[in-house]
């Protein structure tokens, strides 16, 4: 069954410092999705990125960068020059093409970072 | 604006009693979702529809019930048999059409309290 990590419960850094969040997903399929999403104080989930699983090049957004590693299952989240307003939830999460049958069923969600930005 | 609308924010119940937490889209998207979330946890699906007079069971959906007669509504009911409902609420709703991975929107949530 398909599975996402993310070990980290809470990081606390000073504005300004460069933070990753770790992600470690497991599936079975050959073809899948992984997300990040984003969760403010306020409680709506804020959609951050989407790759697939045939699209291993990394993206930069801004401050904001991913790495995807097939090799080791991970797809970390950097975030550079860190700000209060970065302070929340992150939740990565998993959706899987096989399980889907073409049809949308569902993201399998790591249990969260919270990170905190200090001023 | 589009979006996913969800009702009311704060919701208390007594023991024994159903409540309903209400779910509205106008993004004309074809799937909706309900997931809950618990403290330090992260969401775990409780039902799904991919089309209208159709849903699917999700991981927990032992104790809830929903309904789609209509497009852009997913009302989700959780029963007296859940027997530990105090949690927050998100629905979410995805545009099948082009589903190959397209991200989910979400609502702002209900916080649903058992008192």
């Known amino acids: 069954a398909q599975k996402v990590t993310q070990a980290q419960t809470e990081i606390s850094v000073v504005e300004k410092e460069d933070v990753t969040l770790d992600c470690v997903y497991e599936?079975?399929?050959?073809?899948?999705?992984l997300f990040w999403y984003k969760q403010p104080p306020s409680g709506e989930l804020v959609f951050l990125i989407r790759r697939n699983s045939f699209d291993e090049q990394n993206e930069i957004s801004g401050r904001y960068s991913w790495n995807f590693q097939k090799s080791t299952s991970s797809f970390n989240f950097t975030i550079t020059a860190s700000q209060v307003v970065d302070s929340a939830v992150y939740f990565c999460?998993?959706?899987?093409?096989?399980?889907?049958?073409?049809?949308?069923?569902?993201?399998?969600f790591g249990k969260g970072t919270h990170l905190i930005i200090q001023p | 604006d589009g979006g996913i609308t969800q009702s009311p924010k704060y919701l208390f119940r007594k023991e024994g009693q159903n409540v309903t937490l209400s779910c509205e889209q106008n993004?004309?998207?074809?799937?909706m979702y309900w997931y809950r979330q618990d403290p330090g946890q992260g969401l775990r699906l409780i039902y799904y529809?991919?089309?209208?007079?159709?849903?699917q069971k999700g991981d927990i959906a032992e104790g809830y019930s929903v309904s789609r007669e209509k497009k852009e509504s997913f009302p989700l009911t959780v029963t007296s048999a859940q027997k530990n409902p105090t949690a927050f609420y998100l629905c979410?709703?995805?545009?099948?059409?082009?589903?190959?991975?397209?991200?989910?929107?979400f609502g702002q949530g209900t916080r649903l309290t058992v008192v």
């Open positions: 979410a709703s995805q545009d099948k059409v082009s589903f190959r991975g397209t991200e989910a929107f």
């Open positions: 529809s991919q089309i209208v007079n159709d849903f």
């Open positions: 993004l004309n998207h074809d799937a």
């Open positions: 599936t079975r399929d050959t073809t899948y999705y």
């Open positions: 999460a998993l959706s899987e093409a096989y399980r889907s049958g073409g049809g949308a069923d569902g993201l399998t």
